[in-house]
């Protein structure tokens, strides 16, 4: 079923067994599973059916640290979340990912892979991706030439990415949540504060706010904040006429910890034989969706130079190659070409095809020259936080304010990463790497370019301790016993791949254990 929640009287209260907030990847994936069972459940978007400028303005905030995104175009505020405008990678973590690593402070999840994994193997269909398998056997396909480099190497390892088509949750899964009998879908329902109870020991309702100035609340057994990792802590810490901190904030950690992915060129490789030495596995194939390999650092390498978990893409190419990070590629005004190439009914070739063939120089047969590129995990780190501005938006909620900060150990960790790889390729005969000078210098300066991914991780972070994190286990708020949060924000450690299937698989164990637990 579905409300445009304008629609309603002020004052007007909804009633149901849980609510969630947030109608994207995450916030889907729950109701999807809780459709057609015997609860009601409330699943409040604040935007609509498409985009809306006036929607999107509420996500715009402060940039305090290093150069990032705008925060307004870091997000899609409307039904599918940001999955309106994702590419669709998809790998799964590793174990190290959850592990407890001596050398990596504040790391380790109160969950193992193996806790995953049942999971993993379910978010495979959601997203539209192939069988549960990674590893580069799996993906040979019969080609002899699609086969790993370094194969012989204890320092690295391939690690395979599908690709999803992408699976757009707002069109994708409209119609079945509309039509679910007992999700209740109200849109253009913007939650602006979460209401306790006396005690402070558990919600009782969201207040839900229009520009108009109508107001409405929605209350429930259980709720989720299923929103995106900065408007979670946004949300918990205005959250605040009750709790002075913010709700769940009791021991300062809510909005800290936000992470990204690395994603920068950093090297060059040139390899000693053109014809023998096999790169396919590597290629991306964007539009053909075939699963390719980057290289990474294994476990047992990362615990000997005591760095974080990290890959490399290798793309072929010309030394003339104007190659650019993220955060110089994807652009908003590439978000929005893609956009309109999408709504426009996929005609033409894609935008970010397009602009990659303008930095690119046609290679002529195998190519000898290659572009690396990293993709990394940022070390969690509690000064890299999401706190709140003093501007207000149109709603009157405090906006977001983010200060985004990376420590030593991650440009250590690059620099590492690429001079094991330079040992690597020299020792097997495979060629030579290039480290580019930027990565160089001290690891305390980065260039104008550093990039993160679009990949908001963090914020809720997960632990058993109270003192250490946000969420429990089973992403339950510590000292609320009936909310939860769903999505990257639970995330202790990033991981070197992108969060999405992990996402996903997390919001499908939680929604099993919600319709044990209500």
Known sequence: MHTDARTLENGAVLEGDLCIVGAGASGITIARELSNS??????????????????????????????????????????????????????????????????????????????????YARAQKVLELRAYKYEPADWKNGDADRVPLLA???????????????????TRYRDE??????????????????????????????????????????????????????????????S???????????????????????????????????????????????????????????????????????????????????????????????????????????????PIGVRAAELSHPVQGPPRFYHLTTRQEQAPNPDSRVTLSSEKDALGMPRARLNWQLTELDKRTMRTFYQVLGREMGRTGTGR????????????????????????????????DPKQGVVDANCKVHGLANLYVGGAAVYPTAGAVNPTLTLVALSLRLADHLRTNI
């Open 240 to 350: 605040n006429r009750q709790a002075r901190t913010g709700l769940g904030n009791a021991n300062d950690l809510v909005g800290r910890y936000f992470m990204e992915h690395l994603e920068m060129p950093a090297g060059e490789l040139v390899v000693t034989n053109p014809q023998t030495i096999k790169t396919k596995l590597y290629a991306l194939d964007y539009m053909a969706k075939t699963p390719r390999g980057e290289l990474a650092l294994s476990p047992s390498a990362q615990q000997e130079h005591r760095v974080l978990h990290g890959t490399a893409s290798v793309e072929g190419g010309d030394p003339a190659d104007q190659v650019k990070s993220t955060f110089e590629f994807i652009d908003t005004a590439m978000i929005t070409a893609v956009r309109v190439w999408e709504k426009g009914g996929k005609k033409g070739p894609h």
């Open 433 to 464: 790497v290039q480290i580019h000078d930027w990565l160089l210098s001290d690891d305390r300066t980065w260039p104008s370019f550093v990039s993160g991914g679009w990949h908001h991780m963090g914020t809720t972070r997960m632990s058993a």
């Open 177 to 238: 949540i509309v039509n679910s009998p007992n999700v209740h879908l109200y849109t253009h329902a913007n939650v602006v504060e979460v209401e306790a109870n006396d005690g402070l020991t558990a919600v009782e309702t969201v207040r839900v706010r229009g520009f108009d100035g109508k107001e409405l609340r929605a209350r429930a057994k259980r709720f989720v904040l299923a929103c995106h990792t900065i408007q979670n802590a946004r949300l918990l810490l205005a």
């Open 38 to 119: 015997n609860l009601k459940v409330l699943l409040l978007e604040g935007g609509g059916f498409d985009f809306e400028p006036q929607m999107q303005e509420l996500y715009r905030g402060e940039n305090v640290g290093l150069p990032y995104y705008p925060l307004q175009a870091a997000a899609e505020h409307y039904f599918g979340g940001t999955t309106n405008h994702w590419a669709g990678f998809c790998s799964t973590y590793d174990p190290v990912d959850f592990q407890k690593r001596d050398w990596v402070p504040h790391s380790g999840w109160p969950i193992r892979r193996e806790d995953l994994d049942p999971f």
């Open 152 to 170: 012989d190497s204890r320092a690295f390892t391939t690690k395979m990415w599908q690709f999803s088509p992408p699976t757009r949750f707002g």
